[in-house]
């Protein structure tokens, strides 16, 4: 083909792309369907230009179009790996994360479904093999993605619940192609019984083996980008090449599903990169794949769309007959995930509850496209299926996707208006009224202000103020009808504006540099949880949730549990570090929002209202507060280090403002602006890097500052350090059971415990000791011990305790004493032997016959 007539042709298509949206938006049609019917236009013209007799002129542009190198291997090699690692990028993987359940349960349960449900739906009515029919079916079960996500943007729906189909329809084009590509062996391979059960036992490996090679590629290039922060081209590069380079080895080489691989490492990518990736560079990076996928995603459509008048040029009446079994099957399989795979979810409390409209919509909205026609183009391009085969499986597959674009696609948003999912309920609709009152109230007073300093002709801003006040009245009479609406619901509402401008402050503050992209992108996760919290129960869920936001991850307590029993220090400094500098964000977006009720919250509901709020956030303000003064007490000086690197960020950010601004108005020249960006950008560089939290260090500062050891020398206290050991416990663990055989002493460094003995129960705080007694006295623990807040402890075996008992006189008087208290008086000059059989009745312990109550 000629190169300038391929390059005409090309600039045709990325023209068609472009007007193929707004042309979508004022038809109220899916994108998918305006470029579908653009596609299967041009291929028509072509082919009749081509042959008719009326003009030669269009012959060469027909025959081009004609004769274009549209394969497969095109679309699964190229266009597959740029979609699908596009949409692994811009997945909200901490929010998938909480309902990654129902997710994997529609993705994958809801592609075997429909495969099997259509493939023996078909077996009645062509000749062709159960074998071949399993392979249509897997082929048309993954649903278009563009198609559903559109739903819920043009629907108030629930935030979970279109988060859940979202994730179910982007994640079953790899359980498709997986599935698709295990049928295509078995087909290929012309065996008359095939072993179906057999070809479905390598799934299993071929999405294990396809995830693992993609988590690896996707560290890999993680770390490799990293390395190049000072260049955010060459990161965009190594992300453009990292699909493709995934998606060969593990196809070609490792023979694995290379799909589920790009899947994968986009979502490996997506995850790390935050934590390594600076800010301005990772909204680059996620811009340049923005605009690369909507390339790909219109040239992919359009290119398989040409190929439809061709694929059904060999259409039979029978053929017809076996597209309309396709669609009624497809369904009925939806419809049994719907309506009876996803009740059992949300009866599990696995899934949110799904309205019928809902439902309703979901089914209607599952619309097959280019990555169905892909699939259906490799196998009529396999030489080793028969020719017949290849004829159906195309036909039924083209006339599918067709039938969804073409009857589905153009009635969808009339389904949604049937149902009544695109209008607002009777609160929103009454608080819109409201909104607009107090809004147009503000642009009075801002308007007249703004016409005084312009200087305008007052008879001129008289008649306008004239106008502008009856459609004042107007609103302020529609929001005075309004007013009806109970105080439980503008709680709610006003919950509502707080948790999404929380998400506002934090995505403000990560645009300044004021947070790294790690910590926004949890707190944003925590506010998104907020919202929906919020929706579902109001405020005991807003209560709620905000309180579980402050709890320990299932994480830090892994790595407490690793350090206390095999004193593994780094994860559980990094996630410690990680807490310390969320609680100091939280707080400051905490103390944010107090001000955001009064100057807009207080606006539009009422002052008391407004006062329900206020003690909300007061509430959480006195958590997050309790939560730090607990990690104060473990690590003391800490959080003072964080909050200096808080202010000194701070300093950078509005020092550059200020450069910008005199740059702007001319006081300083580019060449100076770049010379003092490039000491700011060192500053700014030097505070990336957060302190790190030695833990070590302190745990010799917490040996140091208790009383009992004061008589030791500093070499015995650095001794002792070192024999101690660590352990960090949270509210509600048990430190000591009774009945457990003793061998170790415990000292409290900070926080407070709760001893059960018998019927009575004592606190003991921050310089106190317990087990000690129940160690020398050679008996099982009679107490049971809890941490009642954040405790740091230090533990001593019995050996260096009794050794220390020798080299301690102020520790064996507070030893003697804890005795006497309860009824126990000892003689430590006679100390026990370590592992020396107790005697009957040993010498250094005698009864007092008064014990002290």
Not at 744 to 759: L, N, T
Request: proline residues 5%; glycine residues 6%.
């Amino acid at each position: 083909m000629d190169l300038i007539v391929f390059l005409g042709i090309l600039s045709g298509l990325f023209l068609a792309i472009a007007l193929s949206e707004p042309l979508a938006a004022r038809l109220r049609l899916p994108v998918t369907v305006i470029l579908a019917a653009v596609g299967i236009g041009l291929g028509a013209a072509a082919a009749w230009f081509f042959r008719t007799d009326v003009t030669d002129a269009l012959n060469p542009l027909a025959l081009a179009i004609l004769n274009l190198p549209i394969s497969s291997d095109l679309f699964i090699y190229i266009f597959l790996p740029v979609l699908i690692f596009q949409v692994s990028l811009t997945l909200n993987l901490r929010r998938l994360l909480d309902d990654w359940v129902p997710v994997l349960v529609m993705a994958v349960v809801a592609v075997v479904v429909a495969t099997f449900v259509i493939g023996m739906a078909l077996k009645p009515f062509t000749p062709l093999p159960l074998i071949a029919c399993l392979l249509i079916g897997a082929i048309v079960s993954t649903t278009d993605p563009s198609a559903v996500v559109s739903i819920f943007r043009a629907t108030p729906a629930p935030q979970r619940l279109a988060r859940i189909v979202e994730g179910e329809s982007l994640l079953n084009d790899a359980a498709a192609i997986a599935l698709t590509s295990v049928f295509l062996v078995a087909v290929a391979a012309r065996d008359a019984e095939p072993n179906i059960g057999l070809a479905l036992l390598q799934l299993p490996w071929l999405i294990a083996t396809g995830a693992a090679t993609g988590w690896m590629i996707g560290r890999l290039a993680v770390q490799l980008m990293g390395w190049m922060n000072p260049w955010p081209l060459a990161q965009v590069s190594i992300s453009f090449a990292t699909p493709f380079v995934t998606f060969l080895l593990t196809d070609q080489v490792i023979g694995a599903s290379g799909v589920v691989a790009v899947v994968a490492a986009g979502m490996t990518m997506n995850f790390s990169a935050p934590g390594r990736i600076s800010p301005p560079a990772l909204a680059q990076l996620r811009d340049a794949w923005a605009l690369i996928a909507y390339w790909a995603g219109g040239l992919i459509f359009l290119l398989a769309a040409l190929l439809v008048p061709r694929v059904l040029a060999s259409i039979r009446p029978a053929d017809i007959g076996l597209i309309a079994v396709a669609v009624i099957a497809a369904f009925v399989a939806r419809a049994i995930v719907l309506y009876g795979i996803l009740p059992l979810l949300t009866a599990a409390r696995l899934s949110p509850q799904v309205d019928s409209p809902y439902r309703i919509a979901i089914l209607w909205g599952g619309l097959r496209g280019a990555v169905t026609l892909a699939l259906a183009l490799a196998v009529t391009e396999n030489p080793a299926i028969f020719v017949e085969t290849k004829r159906q499986v195309g036909i039924v597959a083209t006339g599918f996707v067709l039938f969804t674009l073409l009857v589905q696609g153009t009635t969808l948003r009339w389904v949604i208006s049937l149902l009544g999912l695109d209008r607002l309920s009777p609160l929103d609709r009454a608080l819109s009224d409201q909104v607009v009152a107090v809004s147009l109230q503000e642009v009075r007073e801002t308007v007249a202000e703004t016409a005084r300093e312009m200087d305008l002709t007052p008879a001129i801003v008289r008649d306008e103020a004239v106008r502008f006040g009856e459609r004042l009245n107007t609103a302020v009479e529609r929001a005075d009808e309004a007013r009806d609406i109970l105080e439980k619901d503008r709680v709610t509402l006003g919950l509502l504006a707080l948790a999404g401008h929380e998400r506002d402050l934090i995505l403000e503050a990560f645009q300044e540099n004021l947070m790294s992209a790690r910590l926004a992108d949890r707190m944003l996760a925590d506010a998104d949880r907020l919202i929906e919290a919020t929706l579902t129960e109001g405020r005991s869920g807003y209560r709620a949730q905000a309180r579980r936001a402050l709890m320990a991850s299932r994480t830090l307590r892994a790595a407490e549990w690793l350090h206390n029993r095999f004193r593994l220090k780094p994860p559980l400094a990094r996630l410690t570090e990680d807490r310390f500098e969320a609680l100091v964000a939280h707080r400051q977006m905490l103390r944010a929002l107090t001000g955001f009720i009064e100057t807009r919250i207080v606006r539009i509901h009422s002052r008391r209202v407004a006062g329900l709020l206020h003690d909300l956030i007061k509430r959480r303000i006195e958590d997050t507060n309790r939560e730090m003064d607990g990690l104060r007490t473990q690590f003391p000086g800490y959080a003072e280090e964080l909050e200096r690197r808080l202010i000194r960020r701070l300093v950078i950010q509005r020092e550059e403002a200020e450069y910008d601004q005199m740059t702007a108005d001319g006081l300083i020249g580019p060449e100076l602006r770049l010379s003092l960006r490039d000491q700011t950008e060192g500053s700014r560089a030097a505070l990336a890097e957060r302190p790190r939290l030695d833990l070590r260090l302190q745990r010799s500062d917490i040996v140091r500052s208790f009383p009992l050891f004061s008589d030791l020398e500093p070499a015995s206290l650095a001794q002792l350090a070192r024999q101690m050991k660590t352990v960090y416990a949270k509210p509600g663990d048990i430190l000591m059971r009774k009945d457990d055989k003793p061998d170790r002493v415990w000292f409290i460094a900070s926080g407070a415990v709760e001893a059960e003995q018998a019927s009575s129960r004592f606190l003991l705080g921050r310089g106190e000791m317990f087990g000690q007694l129940s160690l020398l006295l050679r008996r099982s623990r009679r107490a049971r011990v809890t941490a009642i807040s954040h405790t740091t402890l230090l533990t001593l075996e019995e050996s260096r305790f009794i050794e220390l008992l020798r080299r301690a006189p102020q520790l064996c008087s507070a030893v003697q004493a804890s005795a006497e208290k309860r009824g126990v008086a000892l003689d430590v000059s006679q100390l026990p032997q370590v592992g020396a059989a107790a005697p009957a009745k040993p010498s250094w312990l005698r009864r007092v016959t008064s014990p002290a109550k």
